[in-house]
């Protein structure tokens, strides 16, 4: 997963001006079970669904109410002014063109919920372990997550507003993070890299019961180390 440093700041160039907090959403994310069951192999000859599972068709009316949300929370979470800046600079934006352009090489794609999640996870497991992926490793998590999103409970109860808005969620969180991480590797800034690293450990364990850094990625996604 490339940085593509001068082109998110593009999009939203305000986001360098905001602190890293832990970020994440927590009720976007696959459930526990369902990740742990992927990851250690369990069910995987009969839940391969197709491709269609996770996908939702888009309405801005879902778009618009996912980056109010998001920039609600960015206020609440960021210290002031700057998350009030930070979320602005997003909503003034389109998002989600700027996540597409971030992730396309990877192969992901808006539109689908298994994309926008396999992406967050790619982005926290590169900074996690300063390492990174390529496209079809990060198809491979795709096709994982998909698995662990279909088996977790009450996705099929969502509709696709509901997938929407939590895919956009997670998209607008993805740009504050890359646009960090980035920011941090641009200036040399050892220490604010460590930050983030550390960030996305925490973050991973609090929420999902997973230690990034405990993860090897290969051409048929995570495996436990």
Do not use: C
């Not at 800046?85 to 003034?92: E, K, Q, S, T, Y």
């Not at 689908?112 to 998590?141: C, K």
């Not at 993070?177 to 450990?201: E, I, S, T």
């Amino acid at each position: 997963m490339t940085h593509r440093f001068a082109r998110l700041l593009a999009l939203v160039p305000l986001l360098l001006a905001a602190p890293a907090g832990a970020g994440g959403l927590p009720t976007v994310l696959p459930d526990s079970g369902a990740i742990a069951d992927v990851l250690d192999g369990r069910g995987e000859a009969k839940a391969r669904p197709p491709a269609s599972a996770t996908a939702y068709r888009t309405a801005p009316e879902a778009g618009a109410e996912a980056r109010r949300a998001y920039a609600e929370w960015m206020s609440l979470m960021r210290s002031a002014p700057n998350g009030r800046r930070v979320a602005a600079a997003l909503g003034d934006r389109d998002p989600v063109r700027g996540w597409a352009k971030i992730v396309g090489d990877d192969g992901l794609h808006p539109g689908d919920m298994a994309d926008a999640v396999a992406g967050y996870w790619l982005l926290n497991w590169t900074i996690a372990n300063g390492a990174d992926s390529d496209r079809e490793e990060a198809e491979a998590v795709r096709r994982q997550v998909r698995r662990m999103i279909v088996a977790s409970p009450g996705f099929q109860r969502l509709d696709d507003a509901a997938r929407q808005r939590l895919s956009e969620a997670l998209m607008l969180d993805f740009l504050v993070l890359h646009a960090a991480h980035a920011d941090a590797l641009a200036r040399g800034d050892r220490a604010a890299a460590d930050r983030l690293a550390k960030a996305a450990v925490a973050r991973f364990r609090e929420q999902l019961g997973v230690d990034l850094r405990a993860l090897r990625l290969t051409d048929e996604g995570f495996v436990r180390s």
